[in-house]
């Protein structure tokens, strides 16, 4: 396997050897030293080209230039997929926080942040202002790419049939629906739902994803950030304050870089925090609707208060020794013969919550008085957020609670918690991780030039702005293995699955709105280039705020939200081409 690189590289000089040559000329005449003129270079060949390291193949024709960006492109392809390799043997091995927050997105990025940095670092100051548009249009198009084609492409892979507005995992029965009906409980007009909250129906299919890819798509909004405050000079026409608004800029695209770093490697914390309150709903929900069905009357009175009368009877019965009291052996009778299905349940763990909540008078055991008022809480809790079933003669909402919880638990993405699994052979993991983190970076940084140059070759030689070669073609060789990635993930037609596939694409999207434009950025300061690109960056917000947007207020998508991905691709690229070409932007 890691053979493959050198095997490319040594067929790419064999190939490429004559790329640096010019053709000769057959007129008959004669030179002024008496050489023969079929020896003299024809002057339409006269222009050369400047070859990268002094040895690079190069070539000054269109044909030459766009092989040459072929292979190179192959080149960066494999040095991202080494890197995307090694960082999931990586995350393997150590799991996730430090290395999966602080490592993990920053190799990700590694090949477009190279390709960035080589794109205003060779040459003078004028050559890197006329190359620095390749790592422009590299960031842009990285960026759409990801949310328009990938991100279209892993909801048709990963569609499932939409029951209640959730995709059902591994069952896909109504090929590529797109219609479908949703009713308000406020409303009686039909139409679409951007949220799962208030929806009491969907048919067609689609993917849903848990609520840590919500963050996530809002994390990826917040993100552009630095785009809107590097622009506010040309916004207010104010050309002095270009270089303060990118030093500020620069500032904060670093800070947030950290941030981000941070939030992901707190994020398993949080999770786990935010798992266990879910599991106490669950116990909570489920003693409630216990109680509800074994009880002989309404748990709650007219006046919304415990109903005592009741409430004594049921706790009767679940004091099996008949002491007046409900001990450690009680509640774990209870919480057994619930039979909690939906979440694995930790019997010892739920009834030390349990008493903790209710023993008010700490003696580790629960009274009759104990029991009503902790139950009068619960009650009230399950209340809040049901305003339309918080009669007091009606106990839906109980069922509700129940139901929301396991909703809840659900977008979580942990219905299925699977053991984790032990690597085998560590040390040699760890070696063989490292060496393809070492051999992808490599590459990475020893082609990033070459291909700069290709696609600066080649917009000489068709007359083809460098942006757009540089934001259709170099984001297929930096990004394709994230893509594949991607939709490989989104193929197995779980939640769990799609959640990640969407949450590394949001998350790729951060880290180039956060690492590569401090990279960029960075260029521009320290070089004194201009910052000019209202366009590019108009593309930017608008598919980063659409698509944030969208991942922020909903968890399920239905196939259509498809088409809007893929329509926001070609309009991105003709709205650049009318700005810059039609209304004189750049």
């Known amino acids: 396997m890691m053979q493959r690189p050198l095997l490319s590289a040594l067929l790419f000089l064999i190939l490429c050897g004559a790329a640096y040559g010019r053709f000769i000329s057959d007129q008959p005449r004669l030179v002024s030293d008496g050489v023969p003129s079929f020896l003299r270079l024809a002057e339409e060949e006269e222009e050369t080209c400047d070859q990268t390291y002094g040895f690079m193949p190069c070539t000054s024709t269109a044909m030459g230039n766009l092989f040459l960006i072929l292979v190179y492109g192959y ?23 430090i290395v999966g927050g602080l490592f993990l997105p920053i190799l990700g990025a590694l090949p477009d942040a190279m390709l960035i940095l080589v794109s205003g670092m060779s040459g003078s100051v004028e050559t890197a202002q006329s190359q620095v548009s390749v790592g422009m249009g590299l960031l842009a198009g990285s960026t759409v790419m990801l949310l328009t084609v990938i991100w279209g492409s892993c909801i048709l892979v990963g569609k499932c049939d939409l029951q209640d507005n959730l995709a059902k995992d591994n069952q896909d029965t109504r090929a590529f629906s797109l219609t479908g009906y949703l009713l308000f409980h406020s409303s009686f007009v039909l139409r679409f739902c951007f949220s799962y909250h208030g929806c009491i129906g969907y048919e067609g299919s689609g993917v849903s994803t848990d609520i840590w890819t919500t963050y996530a798509g809002i994390i990826m909004a917040i993100s552009v950030i630095p785009f809107i405050i590097v622009q506010f000079p040309q916004m207010l026409h104010y050309d002095s304050g270009r270089n303060l608004a990118v030093l500020i800029g620069l500032i904060v695209s670093a800070s947030l870089l950290i941030a981000y770093c941070l939030y992901q490697v707190f994020q398993p914390w949080v999770q786990k ?51 007046g009291y409900l001990s450690h052996t ?48 619960w ?12 009669a007091a003669d009606s106990m839906k909402y109980i069922d509700d ?13 942990v219905q299925s918690e699977e053991g984790e699994e032990g690597v085998e052979n560590s040390a040699w993991t760890t070696v063989k991780a490292v060496l393809l ?50 939709i490989i993930f989104a193929s197995r037609k779980k939640l769990r699955s799609a959640s990640l596939t969407f949450s590394e694409l949001y998350g790729a999207v951060t880290m180039n709105n956060v690492l590569c434009l401090s990279v960029f950025l960075g260029l521009v300061y320290a070089r004194g280039l201009v910052w000019d690109f209202s366009s590019e960056v108009l ?18 998508f239905p196939v259509w939200t498809s088409l809007v991905a893929f329509l926001l691709y070609p309009f991105s690229l003709a709205l650049v081409y009318v700005l810059d070409f039609v209304f004189g932007w750049s």
């Open 75 to 97: 080149l960066m392809f494999t040095a991202a997929t080494y890197l995307s390799a090694g960082s999931e043997l990586l995350l393997e091995i150590l799991g996730p926080g």
């Open 273 to 323: 925090r935010r798992l266990d309150y879910i599991k106490h709903r669950h116990v909570m929900s489920g003693i409630l609707k216990h109680l509800k069905k074994r009880a002989l009357g309404k748990l709650s009175t007219v006046d919304g208060l415990p109903n005592e009368e009741v409430l004594s009877k049921l706790f009767k019965a679940i004091d099996e020794n008949s002491d």
């Open 330 to 377: 009680d509640l774990r009778a209870l919480i057994i013969g619930i039979q909690f299905n939906e979440v694995s349940l930790d019997h010892s763990d739920a009834v030390e919550k349990v008493m903790r909540e209710f023993d008010t008078s700490q003696d580790s055991r629960i009274d009759l008085q104990e029991f009503i008022v902790g139950v009068g809480k």
């Open 379 to 390: 009650l009230e809790e399950a209340k809040t957020g049901n305003e339309s079933n918080r």
């Open 401 to 413: 609670f129940h139901t929301q919880t396991k909703r809840d638990h659900f977008l979580l993405g």
């Open 437 to 486: 983190l070492l051999l992808g970076t490599a590459i990475a940084a020893a082609f990033a030039d070459p291909l700069v140059d290709s696609v600066q070759n080649f917009s000489n030689a068709t007359k083809i702005p460098t942006f757009f070669i540089s934001f259709i073609a170099l984001p297929l060789a930096t990004n394709s293995s994230e893509a594949v990635s991607a």
């Open 539 to 556: 593309v930017i917000l608008m598919v980063c705020i659409v698509m944030g947007v969208f991942a922020s207020v909903r968890t399920t």
